[in-house]
């Protein structure tokens, strides 16, 4: 039997760690002619991904190498940090998979290198030993798309982003409306990104192939314009083969997920808005309050995950807070009132919650790993996105998709922490009525999804049938 050996390169965040992994396992559950490496590389100073692969069973066509760690130069500027620790992490890099290709009788040739979508630069790579290299894009097909016709425009027009700043709107191939320009990730309005920006998504360009975590059945339009437009048709293949879901590490928090899921049992049907902000997720006081505010007004029973901004920003994982600051932060008897309806906690297990069938609605920051989960298991969301491509997220599940319900489109924070201005409790209370209204439009649209998105990865099923390509395609270089 023919074999092949692939090398997964993920970057370290925990988000894109996670479907990394369980992409990995999907390829080799589906042909067992393939076996897998993961080169982990850890940034200095955090173990945020070890309490998730120790709760890992791995199967044995599955190989976890972890990398020397770097010490890297001191910078502020996460796209400088990011570049300095793939440039430090490159020759050890190389030695693993030289090391792999020695095992080339055992385990077959290898066949293809594949990268994760900050991690470009790797490519080189794939160059080194003659095999092609594919990205792992764990965002959607219309970000992608959109992130490409942006270097297009810079690139052959010479737009950038001063000019960016001045539209309203941007006629993007892969949106089917114009998409507001305060609606577009913060780093393509930034000059100081510009160049980030520029050898990022230079990088994506010179691939073989972008494996996307979405579906055809999700994102027709966002699919369909990569095959039919003149300024994406030339670009490298698409494999939609998603939703990839994540399932979630056990972690502790002030309240233990077990009393959630206790708690949820006792709620009728439908009837509790969740709210989440992943992985980077945080909010001030003055805005913690209007979120209690409209918590209170609404009536509704709720989960409220609310975590503790890190002193740096979103480049680290917020905390939980100790129960003598929540009393503090909260409106004064808040968490007395709310008692019998809700409950205020750290961390929360998001996929197991969102599972349970007393929640009716999502409050999220619109992380395309939550809107997958949230589809999936057919709950509709209100959107709140925070950073990255979040804002055009939301604007895709809203405004194209009608799976979604408004909180704040145009919501942001900056890379030191900081927002653009705060969102009223009665902006909020409306956001949660609607979604959570059981006969709305948006809650049948999203069952339907649902059901297309269960379907998409059986036999037969779109993803199913892209998976089958890109296997084809990795065995031909074997």
């Not at 080169?39 to 120790?54: A, F, Q, R, V, W």
């Not at 892969?174 to 507001?180: I, T």
Request: with cysteine; aromatic share 8%; net charge negative.
């Amino acid at each position: 039997m023919k074999k092949a050996q692939v090398v997964f390169i993920p970057s370290s965040g925990l988000s894109h760690l996670v479907s990394t992994l369980e992409f990995a396992n999907l390829l080799i559950n589906r042909d067992n002619r393939l076996r897998i490496t993961v080169l982990l590389m850890k940034l200095p100073n955090t173990s945020e991904g070890e309490s998730y692969i120790d709760s890992l069973t791995i199967p044995d066509s599955l190989h976890l190498i972890n990398l020397p760690e770097s010490s890297l130069p001191p910078s502020t500027d996460p796209a400088s940090a990011m570049t300095a620790l793939l440039e430090a992490q490159k020759p050890y890099v190389k030695q693993a998979v030289s090391n792999l290709t020695a095992e080339e009788q055992q385990h077959g040739p290898l066949a293809a290198v594949v990268v994760d979508m900050f991690c470009t630069t790797m490519i080189d790579v794939a160059k080194d030993f003659s095999v092609p290299a594919l990205i792992f894009y764990t965002a959607g097909v219309a970000s992608l798309g959109l992130m490409l016709h942006l270097h297009t425009l810079f690139e052959r027009d010479n737009f950038d982003s001063t000019q960016l700043q001045k539209q309203n709107e941007l006629a993007v191939p892969c949106f089917a409306n114009s998409v507001p320009v305060n609606s577009l990730p913060s780093f393509m309005l930034d000059k100081g990104f510009e160049s980030f920006f520029m050898s990022f998504v230079g990088g994506l360009k010179k691939t073989n192939g972008i494996i996307v975590n979405s579906f055809e059945e999700l994102e027709s339009h966002a699919v369909h314009s990569f095959f039919s437009h003149p300024d994406l048709a030339g670009l490298p293949t698409i494999y939609p083969v998603g939703p990839l879901l994540n399932p979630e590490p056990k972690t502790k928090s002030i309240v233990d997920s077990d009393d959630i899921i206790k708690w949820l049992d006792d709620q009728p049907h439908s009837s509790v808005v969740f709210l989440c902000f992943g992985t980077r997720g945080a909010f001030y006081a003055d805005q913690i309050q209007e979120i209690a505010h409209a918590i209170e007004n609404s009536g509704v029973r709720f989960v409220w995950s609310l975590r503790k901004p890190s002193p740096e920003g979103f480049m680290s994982a917020p905390s939980d807070y100790p129960l003598s600051d929540l009393i503090s932060l909260l409106p004064e008897g808040f968490l007395d009132r709310t008692a019998e309806f809700g409950k205020v906690v750290g961390w929360a297990p998001q996929a197991q919650i969102l599972a349970h069938q007393a929640i009716g609605g999502f409050v999220s920051h619109c992380g395309w790993n939550s809107i997958l989960e949230s589809m999936y298991l057919g709950v509709p969301i209100a959107a709140w996105p925070l950073y990255a491509e979040q804002q055009a997220n939301a604007f895709e599940l809203v405004c194209e998709l009608k799976l979604g319900v408004e909180i704040a489109l145009d919501y942001r924070v900056e890379f030191n922490g900081a927002h653009n201005y705060v969102v009223t409790a009665e902006k909020i209370e409306r956001g949660i009525k609607s979604v959570l209204d059981k006969d709305g439009e948006v809650r049948k649209k999203v069952k339907k999804m649902s059901e297309k998105s269960k379907k998409t990865l059986l036999e037969g099923g779109s993803s199913y049938s892209c998976l089958g390509n890109l296997i084809d395609y990795i065995m031909n270089h074997a």
